[in-house]
């Protein structure tokens, strides 16, 4: 086995078959849907202050069943977790130009959200063992003109809470969890995206569980909650009739989940956990064949945390190994593991590059709101940029269905890609 050639170099491939696409929607989400479709209700929402403010029965049971699954005060699904976080970034009080200290190594929407407002996301490195955002590079990036931290549970594990909301508590700060990747996963007995004043939840059909497109909102707090349902459905038009006093940006959007949608999630929601514990043994088991490989760390989950692996992530050390990263990455791919080199440096986009967001002039960079330069430059996030130029190495758990025979195989492949790395040095391919 080890003397075989490597398929990069025109020996067989290992993995000779596609892995299935990821799966979790089945005959409990079939049923539940035609009972709403034969209800004939598939939304049942009102604009305006009335009973049908907050939507109909499955959304109304929906929210309840998050609120006990993931124990928290309040639920409220939005009809995408971009949406869940604009909603979130609305209610904190947020005001234009005020800044946002957010993760460049997130999904867009995280930092969007963020500007939706005319807020100024402020993008702090992040730690290598979990490539969440780093407490230190939080404080170093606090100016008096932030007013939260944005939080992520990158690829499944949650970020440091304990530090995130020390620092918080110490500026006043409020802190939003972007738990989209992570949803299931503990921190300290906890469900990661509760311990934030605002967490939440992706139902986007990438995600452990979908409902097609969706998300879901988690607070403890009423007054929060309740500025969340006004954003999610025309504030604006329903804050009269209601009595609502504080008016700051209750500009509201549609950003309301449909009843097919949430007749779905209570299914989802079932089955999250044994999906969950799937991807766990899927995942340690990949790390248990993976561990004896020279220059490679295999994913870190911290004390009285777990990881639910939406990406597997892996740290090549490409000077100990004398081997660069994408030459094996182009091995493993040749091998028929779909890995991925790169994930996001958002400041790097065009958007933060350029400045331009709002209109062609660099609103709201260029505003009197903004009362600072904010840097995006190439190098204000060296860890992240590292990891994607150099070291970074991710797996999809979520994007197939996988056995344990299917892991051993992907095993199999990464050894035969290190037992050659000899071969792989003395090759030109780039
Ligand atoms: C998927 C994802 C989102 C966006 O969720 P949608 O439901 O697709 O809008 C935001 N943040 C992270 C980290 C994500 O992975």
């Known amino acids: 086995m080890t003397s075989d050639k490597l398929a990069l170099l025109s020996g067989s491939k290992t993995v000779n078959k596609e892995f299935p696409a990821y799966n979790s929607i089945g005959e409990e989400e079939r049923i539940a849907v035609d009972k709403v479709m034969r209800s004939g209700v598939l939304s049942q929402f009102l604009g305006c202050w009335h009973a049908d403010f907050y939507g109909g029965p499955k959304v109304q049971e929906f929210e309840r069943t998050c609120e006990k699954y993931f124990k928290v005060k309040h639920a409220i699904t939005v009809n995408s977790w971009t949406s869940g976080l604009t909603a979130a970034m609305g209610a904190i009080d947020i005001e234009p130009g005020d800044e946002v200290i957010v993760s460049p190594w997130t999904m867009c929407a995280s930092a969007t959200a963020i500007l939706h407002w005319n807020a100024i996301p402020v993008f702090a490195d ?5 490539f969440n955002i780093d407490p230190a590079a939080i404080e170093k990036n606090i100016t008096p003109y932030t007013k939260a931290i944005l939080a ?147 994913p870190v989950t911290k004390p009285d945390c777990t990881h639910v ?12 190994l004398g081997c660069e990263r994408d030459v094996i990455a182009k091995a493993l791919q040749a091998e028929g593991v779909n890995v991925s080199t790169q994930y996001q440096n958002l400041h790097l986009l065009p958007m933060y590059q350029k400045k331009m967001a709002y209109g062609s002039n660099g609103f709201p960079w260029t505003s009197e709101i903004c009362k600072r330069e904010v840097s995006y430059e190439k190098g204000i996030c060296p860890v992240a940029e ?33 037992d050659n790395l000899d071969a792989l040095r003395s090759t030109n391919i780039s």
């Open 386 to 418: 590292d990891l994607n130029e150099k070291s970074y190495i991710g797996f999809g758990m979520c994007v197939y269905e996988l056995t344990a025979a299917d892991i051993d195989l992907i095993i199999t492949a990464f050894h035969k890609v290190w």
């Open 152 to 298: 992520v549970d990158i690829f499944g594990h949650s970020a440091d809470m304990d530090a995130l909301m020390g620092i918080a508590k110490k500026h006043n700060l409020k802190v939003i969890s972007d738990t989209a990747q992570a949803p299931g996963a503990l921190y300290k007995d906890r469900y990661a995206g509760t311990v934030a004043d605002i967490g939440g939840y992706s139902l986007n059909y990438h995600k452990h569980i979908h409902t097609g497109e969706g998300g879901i909102l988690v607070t403890e707090n009423d007054d929060l909650a309740e500025r969340m349902r006004l954003i999610r459905n025309h504030a604006e038009a329903v804050v009269g009739d209601k009595g609502t006093k504080k008016l700051n940006n209750m500009i509201g959007h549609n950003f309301r989940l449909g009843e097919i949608e949430c007749a779905i999630g209570i299914e989802q929601l079932k089955k999250l956990s044994d999906l969950v514990s799937s991807r766990q043994h899927l995942a340690e088991r990949l790390s248990a064949g993976l561990q004896q490989l020279n220059g490679l760390q295999t």
């Open 126 to 130: 992040i730690e290598p063992e979990t």
């Open 309 to 320: 692996y939406y990406i597997y992530p892996l740290i090549v050390d490409t000077n100990a």
